[in-house]
């Protein structure tokens, strides 16, 4: 089970997102905006981070470039903005993928699954204990 982060500031897609994630056995936790998303991300081990570019404070590449300061954690835009000049600064920000809306959500899950196995950040298992984690890897 993976912890993904949807930062996205409607909180219609936000639900769909989150059960969508959820069903599909992993843990969802949402921000609605992108200051909320860096708390997160500082914060809480994420093993991945489903990003909005259009929010109030700060735009979805603003928030994935200062992600990247953070953590190589994997990042996939999901927006309305489908222009290839935004497609490629979304890649030139540090996004791992990029998503148009609107979108299958079976192909988004497909997209988190392949990125997932990819990634030294994804978990299987975890033991907490006062202020230590410890995180079981997988590979």
Do not use: W
Not at 6 to 34: P, R
Not at 60 to 80: E, H
Not at 105 to 121: D, F, I, Q
Request: aromatic share 6%; with cysteine.
């Amino acid at each position: 089970m993976a912890k993904i982060l949807v930062i996205e500031d409607d909180k219609n897609m936000q639900a769909i997102l989150s059960e969508f994630i959820c069903s599909n056995g992993h843990t969802c936790l949402t921000a609605d905006d992108g200051i909320d998303g860096l708390v997160i991300v500082k914060t809480c081990p994420i093993d991945l981070v489903i990003l909005d570019v259009m929010m109030p404070h700060l735009d979805g590449f603003s928030v994935c470039k200062m992600i990247r300061n953070i953590c190589n954690v994997p990042i996939i835009f999901l927006t309305a903005k489908e222009s290839e000049d935004d497609k490629l600064k979304g890649y030139e920000q540090g996004g791992d993928d990029y998503v148009t809306k609107p979108f299958s959500p079976k192909v988004l899950m497909a997209k988190v699954n392949v990125l997932l196995k990819r990634s030294t950040y994804y978990h299987t298992d975890e033991i907490q204990r006062g202020i230590l984690t410890l995180v079981l890897l997988t590979s």
